[in-house]
Nanobody, 123 residues
Framework: QVQLVESGGGSVQAGGSLRLSCTAS????????VAWFRQAPGKEREFVGI???????YYGDSVKGRFAISRDNAKKTVYLQMNSLKPEDTAVYSC?????????????????WGQGTQVTVSS
């Protein structure tokens, strides 16, 4: 079992930065792929990016070049650094984890989820 807790959300002006954290419980966190998803009101959940257990990362097209995911296995934490934020980045951001992923962009693939944290970007 893995439990995930996000933190670091808040409000920022366009062009600003925020860093979200996803901290996990469980002894085998390092073997899990950890992804970030976001959902804006009235929109479908969107894949943001993933940090694989081996350390490589992959990002969705809408955030590529602006967001970066990193992992600290000793702290059992995955970070989402968000730079050059835009109003359209406003959403609830959630982290998710799983060890067996086929379609990593599909949120239904993930067994473990955090509670979500709100990010609001004003123009």
């Amino acid at each position: 079992q893995v439990q995930l807790v996000e933190s670091g959300g808040g409000s920022v002006q366009a062009g600003g930065s925020l860093r979200l954290s996803c901290t996990a419980s469980g002894r085998t966190f390092s073997s899990y792929g950890v992804a970030w998803f976001r959902q804006a009101p009235g929109k479908e959940r969107e894949f943001v990016g993933i940090n694989w257990a081996g350390g490589s990362t992959y990002y969705g097209d809408s955030v590529k070049g602006r967001f970066a995911i990193s992992r600290d296995n000793a702290k059992k934490t995955v970070y989402l650094q968000m730079n050059s934020l835009k109003p359209e980045d406003t959403a609830v951001y959630s982290c998710a984890a799983d060890r067996n992923l086929n379609s990593y962009k599909d949120y239904s693939e993930y067994d473990y989820w955090g509670q979500g944290t709100q990010v609001t970007v004003s123009s």
